[in-house]
Every structure is written in C-alpha cells, then in structure tokens.
C-alpha cells in the first residue's frame, strides 16, 4: 500500500512539474494545469468549510452564516492567484444597501464558483438545486453553512421553502444568492439564458430589494474545452431594485425588467472590453507587451520564458500602424477607414435613392419603337452674340427610330 502510495505521488508530482514547465508555452498545459488547480482548490475549501462551519457553530457568538463569506474569500486567494485570475469590482457597496435582498447573478460555466469567492457578501447564503446537496464535501459544506436546497421538480416543496427562507430572510438580515438561470449559459458572446421566476416571486413574496449582479463575458479566457487563462474580469453590482408594493401578478415584469437591465450592462461592459482591447493594441508602447501571463504560469515564465514563436501583439501593433491614419488615436472605425453603424445605414439609403433616379431614368428612355417622346429643347445661343435665344420656349419631338 505505501508503494503504492508513493507511486502514485511521485506520479502526479511529476505531472504537474512538466505542466507547470509547459504552460508558459503551451496553451493547452496552461488549460490542463489550471484545471487541475481549481478543481484541488474546490476540494481543498470544502474540507476548510465543513471544519469552519462546525467551528462557527460550536463557538458561542460566532456567526454560523458569515462561513460562505470566509470560504469564499479563502478559495479566491488560492485558485484566484494560482490560476492568474483577477476580479475588478464596481458598486460593491450595494449588497449592503440591498440587504436583506435577494440576488442574482449571471451564469456562464463551472469557473463561476471563483467570482463568487471574490464578491460573496457576508450575512449571505446561497439557493441551489436538490442534487448539490449530495455532492462530497461540496453537499456538507453548503449544508453546514445554510444553504437553500431546492427540489424543482416538486413545486409544492418549493413554495414550502420559499415561505421559510422568506421569512428567515428578513428576520436575521440575510441575503440569498440565485442564478436566475438555473444552469450555465456556457455562450461564447454576452447574452443570457430565459431567468426562472423563482428568485422573484422569492423577493415579491418577502418584500426584499433584488440586487442585479453582472459578470462580464469571459469565453476569451475560458470555454471549458479549449482554454483556461489568466486576465482580469469585471463585475458590476447593480443598485438595489425595490418590490415594495408588487404582488404576484406583478412577478412576470419585474423578471423581464431584472434580465433587460442584466442584459443591457452586460452588452455595454463587452463593447467597452472591445473599445479597450482595439486602442491598447494601437497606442500600446512595444516594450510593455509582456507574457500576459499570470499564476502559476507567470511565475514559470520567468524562469524558463515563453519561447520564440511569432508575437502576437507585435504583429496586431504593426498592422494597426499601417492601415491607421496619422494623428489619430485607433479607437474609431473612421481612424482606418472603415464606416460606422450610422455611417452604413447612410450610404444605403443613399444608394436606393440612386438607384431610384436612374430606373425612373431607363423607364422614360424604355419606348416603344416609332413612339415620340415631348422635350423641352435647350436654348441655343445667337452665334452672332445678338443675345436672342433661336429655341427658347419651343418644343422637339423626339422619336425613337425602328429597329
């Protein structure tokens, strides 16, 4: 059994030295290598969970509820900087504004959990479905820190545990996070799944805010098959959304208001990205290029490098200077030529009015043959200066000749 043992340490050992080596690289090492991390990293804080949730509940005064807050925060440090991911954060202070409130997030693939490590309030539990509930570790850990387990399938238990947690919600102050989505979009450009009601008749019901939280795309860094790398990714915590007053006949609206706003910011925070990636490839000075690397993998490449392949970012900065015009900054289409949205919408309408003239044109000079057409003919000037007009005011009768 030791042998055993020891083989297969030395083995996995092992395996990760050569990823670690590879990733700086290898984008598929870099996929495998932070993959391997997140996963030790969820199996690793649900062990630190069930022991922090049976610490929090034994010691008198601790705050059983606040154990998500620390188990949170505790696998954003390790899978967070092992991995190379980064959160930027706007309007955090509204989970306090909105609390008791219920929120909702967006949600995109399995890596959501280390979002939620880094933005997670406390006082705050979470709603999951049934299953999760007997996941190892994972199930004991949420079970011991007062998650919400809903079964789906059974619509009168649901209630039931919306008529608890509701009341549960606005007697201690507590918040409930729900992915209004009920599963991972996993979609490659910013949109979002069709929001089940649940969230909302939750909030209806208790009469707390909704607090709209916004995750940025991040297929770019992350797609589940391909790639897993490390950058920065914004996150925006909307102002609380009030349902004082609102019943359930009001539950339909607010979901499609929520997903509308939801939505909204989400398309806005892809074109900013957008707007950012285009002027920092063109104003981007060539000695700041850098690996971009991060985690694990940065920390590699400064031993080993990242290799001699083509760069990139040189060839994209090269490409820029040249088609870009002169003094300007290569954050506009017209900057390298290219035409607006607006300025397409324009052209075309330009166009139909063209091609409007020129068919009216060709259906006055389509005739019949030996059919005359009635023209006023041009002045024709006095070639001995008298300054009379020979043709003025008369009329040519123009026919067109048989074929």
Aim: charged share 20%.
């Amino acid at each position: 059994m030791g042998l055993i043992s020891r083989t297969l340490a030395y083995t996995l050992g092992t395996s990760f030295l050569l990823l670690s080596l590879l990733s700086p690289r290898s984008k598929r090492a870099r996929m495998y290598l932070n993959t391997i991390v997140y996963i030790s990293g969820l199996g690793v804080c649900s062990v630190f969970g069930v022991i922090c949730s049976i610490a929090l509940t034994i010691i008198p005064g601790a705050q059983r509820l606040n154990t998500n807050y620390y188990v949170a925060r505790s696998f954003y440090l390790y899978a967070g900087t092992l991995t190379g991911i980064r959160y930027h954060v706007e309007g955090e202070e509204n989970f306090e504004k909105g609390r008791p409130g219920v929120l909702v997030g967006n949600h995109q693939t399995g890596i959501d959990i280390l979002y939620l490590g880094r933005i997670f309030p406390k006082m705050a539990s979470i709603m999951a479905k049934q299953e999760l509930k007997y996941a190892p570790l994972l199930g004991q850990f949420m079970s011991l820190s007062g998650a919400v387990f809903i079964d789906r399938k059974n619509r009168h238990d649901a209630v039931k545990a919306f008529n608890q947690v509701g009341a549960e919600m606005k007697k201690r102050k507590l918040s409930l996070w729900i992915f209004p989505e009920g599963t991972r979009s996993n979609l490659p450009f910013p949109d979002l799944l069709p929001f089940k009601k649940g969230a909302f008749h939750l909030a209806v019901q208790a009469q707390v805010p909704i607090v709209p939280v916004v995750c940025e795309n991040y297929n770019r860094l992350f797609d589940g098959k391909t790639r897993f790398e490390g950058g920065t990714i914004r996150i925006k915590v909307l102002e609380p959304i009030s349902t004082q007053g609102l019943g359930k006949d009001d539950v339909n609206d607010l979901t499609t208001r929520v997903r509308e706003l939801m939505l909204k910011e989400l398309k806005e925070m892809d074109a900013q990205r957008d707007s950012f990636d285009t002027s920092s490839i063109a104003t981007r000075p060539p000695s700041s290029t850098g690996s971009g690397l991060g985690g694990i993998a940065g920390f590699m490449a400064r031993i080993v490098g990242t290799g001699h392949g083509r760069d990139l970012g040189a060839a994209a900065r090269k490409d820029s200077e040249r088609f870009r015009r002169a003094g300007t900054s290569g954050q506009r289409p017209d900057d390298y030529g290219l035409l607006s949205e607006s300025a397409k919408a324009s052209g075309v309408q330009q166009g139909a009015a063209y091609t409007g003239a020129v068919e009216s044109a060709a259906k006055t000079s389509d005739q019949p043959a030996g059919s005359t057409n009635r023209r006023s003919a041009p002045s024709v000037r006095d070639p001995n200066g008298s300054g009379s007009d020979e043709t003025d005011g008369s009329t040519v009768l123009v026919g067109r000749p048989a074929v």
